[in-house]
């Protein structure tokens, strides 16, 4: 009875080092890239949009992320990756924001800069150069180069932002506007939205890499699998508890 029990407790053992070592592989060819818009203190935070994170969350995440030893990439170092040039450490992880949102500047990376974090903020080129105060202008992005060297800034399309349904001229131009006020050669599609034809022109402007994104898109980890061009994002909502926080940077899908 004994000798049945300590074969049972065996075989248990090896199927839970099986399956952990089966995680950490297929986790080898992953990465998380988390995608933020807004970030306000909660006292303020009263719209009620979850893609608001409260900076108090925001702050709890990056904590869970130094504690837990990960290491926030830079878009170089993703793609240098991505194109198996160079090897990832174990944890990593690519934290971004869209739209370019003042409060970014104003309540996240100083955050960002506490815990000596790297992150990207895809702006776009229209709301930049439009000095509406919701949005960091050409100004204020100038100041984040200075203050931020950990804040990268790339491209969210110049004028594409509710205006996807163009050409490929039009993509081209677009663009190639956007790369002469922000020299960058990464790209995020506004609110995931791609075609060929997108794609395509995204190439022939001389972008090397772009990221989908969007709540009807498929939210997953990117994999070394995934086409440049096509880089899936994981959204992280105002509503997203830490334990499920955890869990998606942990599972290997
Ligand atoms: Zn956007």
Known sequence: MKKKLL???CILLLLFVGVISFILIKD???IAILGYHSVMPKEINTSGDMLVVDREKFEDELKLLKKLGYKTMTLDEYYCWKNKE???????VLI???????NNYEYAYDLLKKYNMNAVVFCVGAYATANDEIHMNMETLDKVRSEYPNIEIASHSYDMHYHSDKTYEEVIEDANKM??????EYYAYPFGDYTDEYIKALKDSGYKMAFTFG?????????????????????????????????RLLLPM
């Open 7 to 9: 074969i049972l407790l």
């Open 28 to 30: 080898s060819h992953k």
């Open 86 to 92: 160079c090897k990832k450490k174990q944890k990593s």
């Open 96 to 102: 971004t924001f869209d739209d370019g949102y003042q």
């Open 179 to 184: 790369k002469e006020i922000i020299q960058t």
């Open 215 to 247: 709540p009807k898109k498929e939210h997953r980890k990117s994999d070394l699998k995934d086409d440049n061009y096509l880089v899936p994002r994981l959204n992280i909502s105002n509503d997203m508890p830490l334990w499920k926080f955890i869990l």
